[in-house]
């Protein structure tokens, strides 16, 4: 029926969705979900978009089929190598038609630490070598990875104003100048690269099944071993790990994605060498290879099959203990079905109002069904038991603390708001609502939550130290461009502090 714009390489279906509304001229977003969805309510998803039998029906035959344009034009490659098998078939189910949530929920997206892009993200230099050769712009998928921020040839990634996860779910939005503003790019740094080449590389692996939780506990359990780092048979010494990922990776990088809790019990780090009761992200497993493999190359590929060939416990469909032999599609249909209601509701709630379901789940695929639940809860929470909010408060400002000591003399990271230090704590919506029963966090984030002025001097003294260190000097307006500031902006305090920088110090060109 209509001329659907093919996607061009490594472009996300979002975007090729968004090419489709500007080239038949539809001004509303409705209107581009009835021509090409026929359904209304499909959200504009940029990651990780379902209803692709939709899309396909749209391009030719013979040389797409839902495998290709998951692999090739979604962010699941990312996720696809770190579940388990059943669960990786599960979400491409989900992809080809509707999840209702499900999909993320799924992949481990909900549970994870890593900061999604609050925009979609681009590469302007990127944007003219695609505007030579195809004519258009078009949003790359590798600039959307959470985790990912630069392009390894250009820079480091600008922010459009084209929100990841907008409030109006049902707009795709075309990249263009009003939405991309062109600014100067700075580069990246190695370990920017080193990310933006591990995820490329993820990308570019195809659909083969995935190894099972159970693996990948022995591969960080032999890990640590050769490092190591196991007294007695089975205890690991989390000391020492942490001692190396702090070798490896600065503060202010763990902070940047989210990861920076190492320490407590609930770690990502602490869950990653016990038992794997859910899956991590690429990210997490970088970080922890990249530590432990020091200055050695490697890639996924090779960790994928390292992995795969630890021995595996049967998959779950033999954990049917009425002993009868149940059909896959039965299986699948009955996981459908939960996972769906999951993605609506918590875990109590999906249980009441599926008490049947879950008890055919129980009874003929347990381990699966625990699996999914562990999933699905927040890491912090112990499940049925009650939180102590006394040992919650210790724990959190003792996290607090630590970082504050690591962060004091680091100019780098974003200003210090009683968000962003809650931010850095696990189940962060969780404290922000109790901060009644936690008299000490509330008191860290009186003493330290940095003001306007704080943040805009701190910002300052970064690009003042660098302009020192290199024996340089640095005229004013680029001093305000590299540090966001202009005088209007400034409070009183940063201008006092200005002034007298300029007054003392041979530093500033007036
Ligand atoms: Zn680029």
Redesign the pocket.
């Known amino acids: 029926m209509f001329n659907f714009p093919t996607p061009y390489p490594d472009e996300l279906i979002y975007s090729t969705v968004a090419r489709a509304g500007i080239r038949l001229a539809l001004s509303s977003p409705k209107q581009l979900l009835d021509e090409v969805f026929q359904n209304r309510k499909v959200s504009a998803t940029v990651d990780l978009p379902c209803h692709l039998e939709k899309i396909l029906h749209w391009l030719p035959q013979r040389l797409y089929d839902l495998n290709h344009l998951i692999d090739k034009h979604t962010l699941f490659p990312i996720y696809a190598c770190f579940i388990p098998e059943e669960r990786r078939q599960n979400c491409l189910h989900f992809m080809q038609g509707a999840s209702h949530g499900a999909l993320h929920l799924a992949v481990g997206l909900n549970a994870s630490k890593v900061h999604i892009p609050e925009y979609l993200r681009y590469?302007?230099?990127?944007f003219e070598?695609q505007l030579q050769s195809y004519g258009e712009w078009y949003w790359s998928r590798l600039w959307q990875i959470p985790g990912v921020s630069c392009?390894p040839?250009?820079?480091k990634l600008l922010n459009s104003s084209v929100q990841y996860r907008p409030v109006h779910k049902h707009e795709f939005k075309a990249a263009c100048l009003e939405n991309c503003p062109t600014h100067a790019q700075e580069p990246a740094s190695l370990d920017e690269i080193l990310i933006a080449q591990k995820a490329i590389e993820l990308c570019s692996l195809t659909n083969t099944p995935s190894a099972n939780l159970a693996q990948w506990t022995l591969f960080y359990k032999d890990l640590a071993l050769k490092h190591h780092m196991v007294k007695g048979k089975h205890h690991i010494v989390h000391e020492l790990i942490y001692q190396k990922i702090m070798q490896r990776w600065p503060m202010s990088f763990l902070i940047q994605h989210g990861l920076s809790d190492l320490c407590t019990e609930n770690s990502w780090l602490h869950h990653m060498f016990r038992k794997h009761r859910r899956s991590f992200s690429y990210l997490e497993h970088l970080i922890v290879i990249e530590a432990f493999y020091a200055g050695k190359s490697w890639t996924f590929q090779e960790i994928l099959k390292a992995v795969k060939a630890y021995s595996h416990t049967p998959t779950s469909f033999c954990d049917n203990t009425v002993g009868e032999k149940l059909q896959p599609t039965v299986i699948h249909t009955q996981r459908h079905l939960w996972l769906t209601a999951l993605a609506q509701t918590s875990i109590v709630n999906a249980r009441r109002q599926n008490t049947a379901l879950y008890a055919w789940l129980y009874r003929n695929d347990k381990k699966w069904l625990v699996e999914t639940n562990a999933q699905k809860q927040m890491p912090f929470i112990p499940s049925g038991k009650k939180v102590n909010w006394k040992q919650r408060d210790w724990e959190g400002v003792k996290t607090l603390l630590r970082l504050h000591q690591q962060l004091l003399e680091n100019l780098d990271s974003p200003r210090r708001t009683r968000t962003w230090w809650i931010k850095q704590l696990s189940s962060p919506s969780t404290i922000e609502k109790n901060l009644a029963s936690l008299p000490l966090i509330t008191k860290f984030l009186n003493t330290y939550q940095e003001d306007t002025s704080c943040y805009q001097i701190r910002r300052l003294s970064r690009e003042l130290l660098l302009t020192k260190r290199n024996n340089e000097s640095i005229s004013l307006w680029v001093l305000l461009r590299k540090t966001g500031l202009t005088t209007d902006r400034m409070t009183q305090e940063t201008q006092t502090f200005l002034n007298h920088v300029i007054q003392h110090d041979q530093l500033i060109k007036v």
Request: some cysteine.
């Open positions: 590469c302007p230099r990127c070598e392009c040839q250009h820079g």
